[in-house]
């Protein structure tokens, strides 16, 4: 083993990321009471690409997604974005450099109009949040951007629909224009296509392809269809650490990945 080689294993010693990383974990850990639900993970994302980060469940994907986006803090480890160390930070200050997220779970306001959850999205980063007591129509001069938004997702036909009212794609599109209020250099999609039949998912794929544009995009995903046709790279998780990464067609070859996670589909 060589120096370098050496090095870079032991935490913290890692080189810094070249001006093409945008997101990176540096042997992330993170333990529950013992429990280490990631174990040493190292990965770096590419700006621009399409990463997609698999594995059965229990994997410990959920907890990766948490500890790059904030919501979790890392036992040890690091988390940079564009070179920048971010897992000190809460997820406020996450998603004002650059990164925002969506989740498995639906997160939009019911009872507020399509238009208005996009709205209440775009308002955060002014001073409009803290003025409880400024009219609804202060929130109009965020209107165009709002439509612009909307008609980028799909949503342009329902702006004001209730948001109870969407179909469980619909809301998904939802999900990801509000993500998109944020302006993100990077954007994490937590199982974009769940619960989905093959017409949401043709058209979740086709947007993940248009919001990509110009951006780098980080999606768990367990449809192994929807990876073979986004995904520029992907990384493996099996009992919390990294297995494989790399291109689909290399990484669905890889005799640990068909093992753990991939079994027979992988040579469909």
């Known amino acids: 083993m060589t120096a370098a080689s050496a090095a870079a294993q032991v935490p913290g010693n890692l080189p810094d990321p070249s001006p093409g990383v945008a997101l990176e974990a540096r042997h992330l850990v993170k333990e529950f009471r013992g429990f280490r639900a990631t174990n040493d993970v190292t990965l770096q994302i590419h700006g621009g690409e399409i990463h997609a980060i698999i594995g059965p ?3 410990g994907k959920t907890t ?3 500890l790059l986006s904030g919501f979790l803090r890392p036992t040890s480890g690091e988390v940079r974005l564009f070179g920048e160390r971010i897992d000190t930070l809460p997820p406020h200050q996450i998603v004002r450099r650059g990164l925002s997220r969506s989740f498995q779970i639906s997160s939009v306001f019911p009872t507020m109009t399509v238009r208005e959850n996009v709205l209440v999205a775009l308002q955060s980063p002014t001073p409009l949040p803290g003025q409880f007591w400024t009219p609804l129509s202060r929130l109009e001069a965020l209107g165009p951007r709002a439509d612009a938004i ?5 949503l342009g036909d329902a702006p004001n629909r209730p948001a109870a009212d969407l179909s469980h794609g619909e809301k998904r599109q939802l999900e990801i224009g509000i993500s998109l209020t944020q302006d993100p250099r990077v954007l994490l999609l937590d199982e974009p296509t769940s619960g989905m039949g093959s017409e ?4 979740v794929i086709a947007l993940v392809r248009q919001v990509a544009r110009g951006r780098t995009v980080v999606l768990v995903e367990h449809n192994m269809s929807v990876v073979a046709q986004l995904a520029d790279r992907i990384t493996v998780l099996q009992y919390g650490g990294v297995i494989a990464s790399g291109r689909y067609d290399d990484v669905r070859r890889d005799p640990r990945v068909i093992e753990a996670y991939l079994g027979e589909e992988a040579h469909g």
């Open 57 to 59: 469940n229990g994997a």
């Open 64 to 66: 990766l997604f948490n």
């Open 150 to 154: 909307l008609a980028s997702v799909g």
């Open 200 to 203: 949401g998912i043709a058209r």
